[in-house]
């Protein structure tokens, strides 16, 4: 469906007549910074122009109606703002319950409910982020039809806190920020301890972001995702006692390389490498693509994979595979998986001129030996959440 009929659909779910409104929350790339955003480390994320839609009218009393263009077999979800709580039937609605309470929680009076058509281009399961998208969308939703004087930050806030506390899964805010704070064709330049930012031109020359979905659902991610948190929280009490800090990314590599042999399980010391190693590497990539330097950036965003996948073990023979099929090629000067791992995306620096041969042998490739498709994009660096004029 074209994001241009999301009028038409709207009418033919919940009818026509309706004063409506139009929101927009696109996915996310983080360029370099793998699970480090929550060791309090730097990461490198960018807004693209794939992300989610919603044409939304304010309904007069307290129902909630949704309709999503991409699941339509599950037809109208409602609730009334008066029952925020778990069901089992809820699917993605979760989401949007979840910012609700937040919002609530927080002091944000909701006076009416809304009804919702919502259609998402970000591929589901990618690793994109297309749950930190619909968060905001909906912080986005309830700002503009109840007037809320608050800030984009503070809405990223709620959002992050949403997946934790409602959804349950335990993510930093690198995927609610870059989002929420996306600019066109810069990157962020995000410190996930004091949420201190700057924004930095995404210089890539005559060079492209190819995002590579593997098509690999994620259905291990968020467990796994929560095991690697506390195997981090376990290496960082340990390294506590050797060492004045308050998250693994305090440390510099030198540093760590002094206090790691505390670290009594090799385990706990692969994890805690990753995330010293990989926030040193953010920082060096950002210098790198501030001097236009592509060639050592592609270096850096191999070792980010390499570390990932060694260290972390986040990747998977899916995200190897097409990985070490872009490594290969001609024109591609670097390439990593994105995300949360086990599934979901990758990316890599490929000159324009030979992106079409580089997307038909990957592709060649990846169905040789995995069996099935991957998905082949160029992403455009876009602005973050808001509403569409």
Known sequence: MMVENMKEAFEKVFGEGKETKMFFSPGRVN????????????VFPCAITYGTYAVVSEREDKKVRLYSGNFEERGMIEFELTNLAHTEDENWSAYV????????????EIANGFDAYVFGTIPNGSGL??????????????????????TMVDMVKLSQKAENEYVGVNCGIMDQFAIGMGKKDSAIKLNTNDLSYEYAEANLGNHSILIMNTNKKRELADSKYNERRGECEAALELLKTKVDINFLCDLSVAEFDNVSRVLNKDILYRRAKHAVTENERVKLAI?????????????????????????YEVTGTELDTIVELAW?????????????????????????????TVKQAIAKGYKEAIGYDADLYVATIGDGTKTLV
């Open 129 to 150: 982020s297309s749950s930190a998208s619909l968060e905001l969308l909906v912080s986005q939703i309830l700002k503009e039809l109840n007037g809320y004087d608050i």
């Open 287 to 311: 210098d790198a693509l501030g001097s236009g330097d592509l060639r050592r950036f592609g270096k850096l965003l191999n070792a980010s994979h390499k570390s990932l996948r060694d260290d």
């Open 328 to 356: 290969a090629q001609e024109g591609v000067l670097g390439a990593r998986m994105t995300g949360a791992g086990f599934g979901g995306c990758a990316i890599a620096l490929v000159k324009n001129e030979t992106l079409e």
């Open 97 to 108: 319950k979840g910012v609700m309470v937040q919002f609530l929680e927080a002091g944000y």
């Open 31 to 42: 360029l370099i910074g793998e699970h480090i955003d929550y060791n309090g480390g730097c």
